[in-house]
C-alpha cells in the first residue's frame, strides 16, 4: 500500500482544499444578519428562529446541519452542507488529517467516483439520523464539521486494509480491524456518560453506521463481483499450465518413440521401461484406431496433432509403420 500523497487529481485533495478555503472565509470575514431578516422572521412568527439566527449567526444558520431551520424553513441543503464547516483550526485539521490517511488508499483502490459517493452518502446518511436525534433532544443545536464521513471511512479502511498497524492516540499500536470498533466504543461510552459536551458523538457512530451499510452493500458487492472473476482466471491459468506440460509430455513421448524405433531397426534389446512405454503405446492404438485419422493426415511434429486428444494412438502407428 502506497504511503498518502499530494495528487493534484486526487477528489480528497480537492475535499480538503475546499473545507479549508470555507474555513477561513467564515473565519476572516464576517457576514452581519440584517435587522430585516430578524423582522421578516418575528413577522411571520418565527421568533425562535429568529433568537437562533441572532445567536449563532448567518452561515452557522444557513449551513450548518440545525434541526429547525430544516424543519421551519425547508433547508435540506443543510444534510449536505454541514460537512464543509468546523468550528475551529483543530477541529478542522484532525478532520482533513484522518481524511488524508486513511482515505487516500481507499480512493487508490475504489477510484475517486466510488469514494467520493462513499464520503458524501455517509455524512449526509450521518446528518439525517444526528437531524432525528437532535430533534427530539434540542432543534436547535447545530451541527457542523466531516467528521460523520471521516467515521465512515475509518471504518472502510479497517474493511479493507484489516491488518494495516495503526497507532492509536499516536500511541497504542492496533490493528485497523479493530480501529472502528474501539472509536465506536468511546463514542458509545461519551453519550451514555454525557461527557465532553459539544462534541457531536452521535453523529460519529451514525457515521460508522452508514459507511458499513454503504460498504456491504456497494462496495463488498462490487469488490466481490471483481473477486469473483478470480476462480475464473485461475481456471484459466491452470488450463494455460496444463496445455504446456501437455504439449511438453507429448513432445517427451515423440523422442522417446522415435529412440525405440531406431534402437528397434538396429536390433537392439529394449530395456523393461521401454518396452511398458512401448505397451501403454499400443494400448492406446488398440483403444483409439477406430477414430484416429489417415496416415497421410499424421504429421508426428505437428503442433495441430499433438492437441489432438488420439496423439499417442497415432504415434504408435507411426513407429510401427516405419520398422
Not at 480528497?12 to 470575514?29: K, M, P, R
Not at 475509518?154 to 480491524?177: K, M, Q, S, Y
Not at 466504543?185 to 453523529?203: P, R
Amino acid at each position: 500500500m502506497r504511503r498518502p500523497g499530494f495528487d493534484i487529481k486526487s477528489i480528497i485533495i480537492a475535499i480538503i482544499i475546499i473545507n479549508v478555503v470555507i474555513f477561513f472565509l467564515t473565519q476572516l470575514n464576517s457576514f452581519p444578519i440584517t435587522q430585516r431578516l430578524l423582522n421578516n422572521l418575528v413577522l411571520k412568527d418565527k421568533l425562535t428562529i429568529a433568537l437562533a439566527v441572532k445567536r449563532y449567526g448567518l452561515l452557522i444558520s444557513l449551513f450548518s446541519l440545525f434541526p429547525v431551520m430544516i424543519r421551519e424553513m425547508g433547508w435540506i441543503w443543510q444534510f449536505f452542507s454541514y460537512m464543509f464547516l468546523h468550528g475551529s483550526f483543530l477541529h478542522l485539521f484532525f478532520n482533513m488529517y484522518a481524511l488524508l490517511l486513511f482515505g487516500r488508499p481507499l480512493e487508490e483502490r475504489w477510484g475517486w467516483k466510488e469514494f467520493l459517493f462513499f464520503y458524501l452518502a455517509t455524512g449526509i446518511g450521518a446528518g439525517i439520523v444526528t437531524y432525528f436525534w437532535n430533534m427530539a433532544r434540542n432543534p436547535f443545536i447545530p451541527t457542523i464539521g466531516a467528521s460523520g464521513a471521516i467515521f465512515g471511512i475509518i471504518l472502510a479502511f479497517g474493511l479493507e486494509f484489516p491488518e494495516t498497524i495503526l497507532l492509536l492516540f499516536f500511541i497504542i499500536p492496533v490493528r485497523a480491524r479493530y480501529a472502528a470498533l474501539i472509536f465506536g466504543g468511546i463514542e458509545l461510552v461519551m453519550i451514555i456518560t454525557g461527557k465532553m459536551q459539544g462534541i457531536g458523538h452521535f453523529t460519529h457512530l451514525a457515521g460508522l453506521f452508514f459507511g458499513y451499510i454503504y460498504y456491504i452493500l456497494r462496495i463488498r458487492g462490487s469488490y466481490g463481483k471483481r473477486q469473483s472473476m478470480f476462480p475464473r482466471r485461475l481456471k484459466e491459468v491452470i488450463s494455460e499450465k496444463k496445455a504446456v506440460h501437455v504439449k511438453a509430455r507429448k513432445e517427451q513421448v515423440v523422442q522417446k518413440a522415435l529412440m525405440i524405433r531406431d534402437k528397434i531397426r538396429m536390433g537392439d534389446n529394449l530395456s523393461s521401461p521401454e518396452v511398458l512405454f512401448l505397451n501403454r503405446l499400443r494400448d492406446a492404438y488398440n483403444q483409439n484406431k477406430t477414430t484416429i485419422c489417415t496416415v497421410d493426415e499424421f504429421n508426428i511434429t505437428s503442433e495441430f496433432c499433438k492437441k489432438c486428444d488420439d496423439f499417442f494412438a497415432c504415434v504408435y502407428r507411426y513407429i510401427i509403420q516405419q520398422l
